[in-house]
């Protein structure tokens, strides 16, 4: 859906999730006379004329229940409880965390400027030595434009910071983290587009592995805070966090946030 809607992963959720609630409630208010006058008649009332019982639509002879009604409805509440208790640790973060059994593990990311959460290690989306090594480039494309940087000459350009954290789908969120790096919108300029950037495409050098690569809306490209970082806490991103350089957006899904980027296309790819 984000290629379709791109930027809007958290309103197109939010929007279904009450669309959902509401259809739940107006149906609950349409069945609940019937369910009660069904409960109150009782089992052994006689079925009324044009009824779905005279009819012959329920069977004469039901089979035994395999479940109580207070046994469903137990059964729903432990299944609730049990995926609250596996899944909260991702959210509270802390000692917590070692609760969440569903969230990822084996991934510690140690202390230091680099020390927050990793949604996906370089290691597990096939990243080589080569693919970030000298020879890597960033290819910015745009307006019938092409540039091509190497790392210098990104540090080289006017370096901006931005506060922000990783809120990942899976369910957890990082601190604030103090980010550098070169603005989406001083990239636009490269290839003329400046103030009026459209939405830009970002390609990462990951082999294997989901989300690849990434559309960002023009409103999120020409977010001031949106930044092509190459640096976190004041040291340079490790490889794991995406060196030699990852986007990070406000309000946006982890997963968008890419890293090891190579490439930017600004506009339709032509």
């Not at 509270?92 to 020390?115: E, F, S, V, Y």
């Not at 080289?156 to 789908?169: D, F, K, R, T």
């Amino acid at each position: 859906l984000h290629y379709i809607f791109p930027g809007s992963f958290y309103t197109l959720h939010f929007y279904g999730a009450w669309v959902f609630i509401g259809a739940f409630v107006v149906h609950v208010a349409f069945r609940l006379p019937r369910a009660v006058h069904a409960v109150r008649a009782g089992r052994d009332a006689q079925p009324r004329a044009g009824s779905e019982e005279a009819a012959g639509l329920v069977s004469p002879r039901p089979a035994a229940p395999t479940i109580s009604r207070r046994g469903a409805v137990a059964m729903v509440g432990a299944g609730s409880l049990a995926l609250l208790v596996v899944t909260a640790g991702q959210s509270i973060g802390g000692w917590w965390r070692g609760t969440a059994l569903l969230a990822p593990h084996g991934r510690d990311p140690g202390p230091g400027p680099n020390g927050f959460q990793i949604n996906k290690t370089a290691g597990s989306v096939g990243i080589r030595p080569g693919d970030i090594g000298p020879d890597w480039r960033l290819t910015v494309r745009g307006a019938g434009r092409q540039v091509v940087l190497t790392r210098q000459e990104l540090l080289a350009m006017p370096q901006s910071e931005s506060a922000l954290p990783i809120a990942c789908v899976e369910g957890w969120s990082t601190s604030d983290q103090q980010w550098s790096g070169v603005r989406l919108t001083d990239l636009a300029a490269l290839v003329g587009l400046g103030a009026q950037t459209p939405r830009v495409l970002v390609e990462s050098v990951q082999r294997g592995g989901s989300f690849s690569s990434a559309v960002l809306a023009a409103n999120q490209a020409r977010d001031t805070r949106s930044l092509l970082a190459v640096r976190v806490n004041g040291a340079d991103l490790c490889l794991d966090h995406g060196y030699p350089a990852r986007v990070i957006v406000p309000a946006a899904p982890g997963v968008h946030n890419t890293k090891w980027v190579t490439r930017l296309t600004f506009g339709d790819p032509a």
